[in-house]
């Protein structure tokens, strides 16, 4: 393995100690790898399209139907 992007650790926060935070080849991110701008317009762009159809009494995504 030649390097790692990780978002997530086991323990958060991590101890100052924590040896992946001091390796050259481990990127660590504060769970912010998934806002890319794409991400984030997509985001947008499902809450808008399911508050349209909700608007419109056809709601999407639901899960506590019946």
Not at 1 to 13: F, S, T
């Given at each position: 393995?030649?390097?790692?992007?990780?978002?997530?650790?086991?323990?958060?926060?991590p101890a100052a100690s924590n040896p992946l935070l001091a390796a050259n080849n481990c990127f660590v991110?504060?769970?912010i790898?998934?806002?890319t701008r794409a991400a984030r317009a997509r985001l947008l762009r499902i809450a808008a399209d399911n508050l349209r159809a909700f608007l419109a009494g056809k709601p999407q995504n639901a899960v506590n139907r019946g």
């Open positions: 393995l030649a390097g790692a992007g990780l978002d997530v650790l086991a323990v958060e926060p991110t504060p769970h790898a998934w806002a």
